[in-house]
């Protein structure tokens, strides 16, 4: 069956405007931690010249209406040295530098914007990859969805060019990396760098909710970490803009999934609140709270939390952190009913151990609840007392420039 092309259309009477990212200090300061030597060594058969398609500007120039102002942006219009990122762009702009990551389709590399030297995140995609797993309308769905986000703890996406192999998404640079990568290095983060990155996905989410977004994905691998180790939700592909705000696809991380994608129930927005507790659990324990010795474990796990005994379960195969699909689900009632018929009952109730704070307890106890209407709002998440006690939330300049 073809792909449904833009089955979440773009809503916006005045679609946001590229602008150049940052204020010039801070562009400086990105700039010096790219070594010279670390140019071009992309390997040649990216650099070879090629016929270059101009980007479409990603729903751009439809109309010249100015974006809407959101915290960090003000001031940014007219950024001393930074690229106009609505024009269009060819492999010939940038200077490569070193891989950033690695990817099933593709890589990212450390990229400088030849005439400005602003740095960015270069996401080079192949097509044969894309169109081999059927992902296309996913790509094209995630760049619609990040290119209109423009918020200090979600990543930028500036524009995106193409040629006849490859997709190329120019990503705003994040300097520290993957919060995962750093979570395996501390093994557990202690409470003041818990309850600020809490803080900053709240802040995030609930600016993507308002836009009726649901990212449906946050784990330690999307989240990636700025100059001053500001959180940036990254990678949208299982993002979705929904205007009723309720969904039926099952889609994010075996240990991050919520009760309703399990029970291929409807969801809405607050599959995100879910996502956050786990989060929140698995930073100040070092493993999500409810990993187990088999897929099957985990998926009682997750549905028996708050439920009472006998809720439905569901089947999985070959499944990991990596993330999910639909259709390696099954989830038929009559394969819900074998499950619980073959499963051991397991501990329904979430355990803490003595490490986690009263105080952090509360807080995941108060979004991991089965019924999604029983979890904390956003906006009671940042006033959390724990949170608000040990936040120490640090704003990049932009963002500070706009609330001085």
Same mark, same amino acid.
């Given at each position: 069956?073809?792909?449904?092309?833009?089955?979440?259309?773009? #809503?916006?009477?005045?679609?946001?405007?590229?602008?150049?990212?940052?204020?010039?200090?801070?562009?400086?300061?990105?700039? @010096?931690?790219?070594?010279?030597?670390?140019?071009?060594?992309?390997?040649?058969?990216?650099?070879?010249?090629?016929?270059?398609?101009?980007?479409?500007?990603?729903?751009?120039?439809?109309?010249?209406?100015?974006?809407?102002?959101?915290?960090?942006?003000?001031?940014?219009?007219?950024?001393?040295?930074? #690229?106009?990122?609505?024009?269009?762009?060819?492999?010939?702009?940038?200077?490569?530098?070193?891989?950033?990551?690695?990817?099933?389709?593709?890589?990212?590399?450390?990229?400088?914007?030849?005439?400005?030297?602003?740095?960015?995140?270069?996401?080079?995609?192949?097509?044969?990859?894309?169109?081999?797993?059927?992902?296309?309308?996913?790509?094209?769905? +995630?760049? +619609?969805?990040?290119?209109?986000?423009?918020?200090?703890?979600?990543?930028?996406?500036?524009?995106?060019?193409? *040629?006849?192999?490859?997709?190329?998404?120019?990503?705003?640079?994040?300097?520290?990396? +993957?919060?995962?990568?750093?979570?395996?290095?501390?093994?557990?983060?202690?409470?003041? @760098?818990?309850?600020?990155?809490?803080?900053?996905?709240? *802040?995030?989410?609930?600016?993507?909710?308002?836009?009726?977004?649901?990212?449906?994905?946050?784990?330690?691998?999307?989240?990636?970490?700025?100059?001053?180790?500001?959180?940036?939700?990254?990678?949208?592909?299982?993002?979705?803009?929904?205007?009723?705000?309720?969904?039926?696809?099952?889609?994010?991380?075996?240990?991050?999934?919520? #009760?309703?994608?399990?029970?291929?129930?409807?969801?809405?927005?607050?599959? *995100?609140?879910?996502?956050?507790?786990?989060?929140?659990?698995?930073?100040?324990?070092?493993?999500?709270?409810?990993?187990?010795?088999?897929?099957?474990?985990?998926?009682?796990?997750?549905?028996?939390?708050?439920?009472?005994?006998?809720?439905?379960?569901? @089947?999985?195969?070959?499944?990991?952190?990596?993330?999910?699909?639909?259709?390696?689900?099954?989830?038929?009632?009559?394969?819900?009913?074998?499950?619980?018929?073959?499963?051991?009952?397991?501990?329904?109730?979430?355990?803490?151990?003595?490490?986690?704070?009263?105080?952090?307890?509360?807080?995941?106890?108060?979004?991991?609840?089965?019924?999604?209407?029983?979890?904390?709002?956003?906006?009671?998440?940042?006033?959390?007392?724990?949170?608000?006690?040990?936040?120490?939330?640090?704003? #990049?300049?932009?963002?500070?420039?706009?609330?001085?």
């Amino acid at each position: 069956m073809a792909q449904k092309e833009n089955a979440y259309p773009w #809503p916006y009477s005045r679609p946001t405007v590229f602008r150049a990212p940052g204020a010039a200090s801070f562009r400086l300061n990105l700039c @010096r931690l790219l070594p010279q030597s670390g140019l071009n060594t992309l390997p040649q058969r990216i650099l070879r010249k090629e016929a270059a398609t101009p980007s479409a500007l990603v729903l751009l120039n439809r109309s010249n209406a100015p974006p809407t102002a959101v915290l960090g942006q003000k001031g940014m219009e007219n950024s001393s040295g930074a #690229p106009n990122f609505t024009r269009p762009f060819t492999i010939d702009d940038f200077e490569i530098g070193r891989p950033l990551g690695k990817g099933k389709f593709g890589n990212v590399y450390l990229a400088r914007e030849k005439k400005s030297h602003f740095i960015v995140a270069l996401k080079v995609l192949f097509k044969s990859q894309i169109e081999k797993e059927g992902v296309e309308h996913q790509l094209r769905r +995630e760049i +619609e969805i990040q290119a209109h986000l423009q918020h200090p703890n979600i990543l930028r996406l500036y524009n995106y060019f193409y *040629d006849r192999r490859r997709i190329y998404l120019i990503l705003e640079y994040a300097p520290r990396g +993957e919060l995962y990568k750093e979570l395996q290095k501390s093994r557990t983060f202690d409470e003041q @760098r818990t309850a600020t990155i809490m803080e900053e996905l709240a *802040d995030a989410l609930r600016y993507c909710h308002e836009k009726k977004v649901i990212h449906r994905d946050i784990k330690p691998e999307n989240l990636l970490l700025g100059l001053q180790g500001e959180l940036k939700i990254a990678d949208f592909g299982w993002s979705v803009h929904a205007p009723s705000l309720r969904r039926k696809t099952m889609c994010g991380t075996l240990d991050y999934l919520p #009760p309703e994608m399990i029970e291929g129930r409807t969801h809405n927005e607050k599959v *995100d609140l879910w996502c956050i507790g786990v989060l929140c659990y698995e930073l100040l324990v070092g493993n999500p709270p409810f990993e187990s010795a088999s897929h099957n474990e985990t998926y009682r796990r997750i549905v028996k939390v708050g439920h009472a005994a006998g809720a439905p379960g569901c @089947r999985g195969q070959g499944l990991g952190r990596a993330g999910l699909d639909a259709r390696v689900f099954v989830a038929t009632g009559v394969e819900h009913r074998r499950f619980l018929l073959l499963s051991p009952l397991l501990q329904v109730d979430l355990k803490f151990p003595a490490s986690v704070p009263a105080g952090a307890q509360d807080l995941i106890s108060k979004l991991l609840r089965h019924n999604p209407s029983d979890r904390l709002t956003l906006a009671q998440v940042s006033a959390h007392p724990w949170v608000r006690a040990h936040s120490r939330r640090v704003l #990049p300049p932009s963002a500070m420039q706009s609330v001085a």
